[in-house]
Nanobody, 124 residues
Framework: QVQLVESGGGLVQAGGSLRLSCAAS????????MGWFRQAPGKEREFVTA????????YYTDSVKGRFTISRDNAKSTLYLQMNSLKPEDTAVYYC?????????????????WGQGTQVTVSS
C-alpha cells in the first residue's frame, strides 16, 4: 500500500504558474504508474496526465497539452505537476493517484490509491 499527500495548490491569476507535488510513502514508489486527476465543482473527476514508473512515458489530456508537465523523482518518492499558462477552467481540486499495474491509464477506476487533493484556483 502507498500513502499520497499533495501540496502546492493555491490561488493564481490567469496566465500564471503553479507546481504541485505529491509525496508518497509506504511501498516502493517506483513500482507505481502515477497520475493526476482533477475535479471542478459540480463536475466529475477527470484525468489530467499520467507517467510510467520510469518516467519514460507520459500522457496528457488534450486540454493541458503544452501547458502542463508531469514528472517524478523516484529517489525522493515524489510526483510533480508543473502547470503553466493557467486558465480559469483549470480551477479544481487536483488529486494524485497510484496504479499498481504497469502501463499508463486514463480512467480513475484503474488507479488504486489516492491522495486527499489540493485546491487550485485560477482567477480571471
Amino acid at each position: 500500500q502507498v500513502q499520497l499527500v499533495e501540496s502546492g495548490g493555491g490561488l493564481v491569476q490567469a496566465g500564471g504558474s503553479l507546481r504541485l507535488s505529491c509525496a508518497a510513502s509506504g511501498r516502493t514508489f517506483s513500482r507505481y504508474t502515477m497520475g493526476w486527476f482533477r475535479q471542478a465543482p459540480g463536475k466529475e473527476r477527470e484525468f489530467v496526465t499520467a507517467i510510467s514508473w520510469s518516467g519514460g512515458s507520459t500522457y496528457y489530456t488534450d486540454s493541458v497539452k503544452g501547458r502542463f508537465t508531469i514528472s517524478r523523482d523516484n529517489a525522493k518518492s515524489t510526483l510533480y505537476l508543473q502547470m503553466n499558462s493557467l486558465k480559469p477552467e483549470d480551477t479544481a481540486v487536483y488529486y494524485c493517484a497510484a496504479r499498481a499495474v504497469a502501463g499508463i491509464a486514463n480512467t480513475l477506476y484503474e488507479y488504486d490509491y489516492w491522495g486527499q487533493g489540493t485546491q487550485v484556483t485560477v482567477s480571471s
